[in-house]
């Protein structure tokens, strides 16, 4: 006998957490030293998959700076 469930489809969100959910404070904090300590002119680079925080990541630093 065949099994006649259908497969249901997920679909995925990419919505950016406002709080450091996934453990980024570390690199939050230490990408936020680096860009207060050095002169302008400087370039950071954050690559990940789709969905690996990314935007997260960006948003936390932006805070803290932008608070300060």
């Known amino acids: 006998m065949k099994n006649n469930k259908q ?4 679909i995925l969100l990419d919505v950016p ?3 450091g959910v996934l453990g ?3 690199y939050r904090d230490a990408l936020i030293n680096i860009i207060k300590g050095s002169e302008p002119r400087f370039t950071i680079g954050i690559f990940g998959g789709w969905g690996t925080g990314k935007t997260t990541l960006m948003r936390m630093m932006k805070k803290i700076l932008d608070d300060e």
């Open 7 to 10: 497969k249901l489809a997920k």
């Open 17 to 19: 957490v406002e709080k």
């Open 24 to 26: 980024f404070d570390k």
